[in-house]
């Protein structure tokens, strides 16, 4: 009703079980923290929040201008309510090392069940943007190094993203990835690679759980469930996915409401108040209130 009935311990334990499965498991992106409620709803494994649509929402570009507690208040917000895991785009931990240690407790903190942290240059760059920069590979696993060293509860996944596929190749990124669990990390996130054999070249080099992006208008194929199953892949993420159709429908209805005069056409493509109330729980709040806060009644 009010949040999620699951503690943040228990969703971390339940990411690892479901991960221990060796299943493909699915995350969509969430643009708000109902969308989140969404999600669960229709049977998806995991609640993701992207960076990009942290910014955006902002009315930023993806380019490292979003704080820690701008992320950590937002992912916050969406990880509380649903009982499914919820993990959090967390760029290049803010900062240097001691920052990243920093930013791994702030996210425990809020809830979240798992962070990645990524191999760019500080600001970054949207990972499938021309002109980004990766550091160097100590530098990277110090920063990997730094936040294993900071978690406090094992179950907090910690993933490792490399940006260096679209640098260097995927022979530089499969080294990298093999370099970032050997620094401690629970999961790889090979950013930008281009297809099912790319994702398959990454998943058969580690032996922990590799993360797929899914992401529309980039340089990775948009592969079926299926297909990253197959490649071995464990986690997909649709990051902006449910971002892009919200907006997308909101601008096809100012265009109508300018061209129009009305909103009268678009009525039947909204979401109704009544499906809007059962999201949102309204009747548990109303049975709540009376229950809790009106006390006892003479009638």
Known sequence: MLHAQSTPAAKRARLRADLATGRLLRFPGALNPLSARLIAEKGFEGVYV??????????????????LPEVAMRSGQIARMTDLPTIVDADTGFGEPLNLARTVQTLEDAGLAGCHIEDQ???KRCGHLEGKSVVDLPTAVQRIEA???????????LMAR??????????????RAKAYVDAGADAIFAEAMRDQREFEAIASAVDVPVLANMTEFGKSELLTT???????????????????????AAEAGLDEIAAAGSQVNLVERMQTRTRLYELVDYAGYEAFDASVYRGPTNS
């Open 121 to 123: 240059v500080n600001p």
């Open 162 to 175: 490399t940006d260096v596929r679209a640098l260097e190749g995927v022979g530089a990124a499969v080294e």
């Open 147 to 157: 936040a294993v060293k900071a978690r406090r509860d094992p179950d907090f996944l």
């Open 50 to 67: 992207s960076g990009a649509v942290l910014a955006a929402d902002l009315g930023l570009p993806d380019i490292g201008l979003t704080t």
């Open 226 to 248: 299926g297909q990253l199953a197959d490649a071995g892949v464990q986690i997909v993420i649709y990051p902006v996915t449910l971002f892009r159709l919200a907006m997308g």
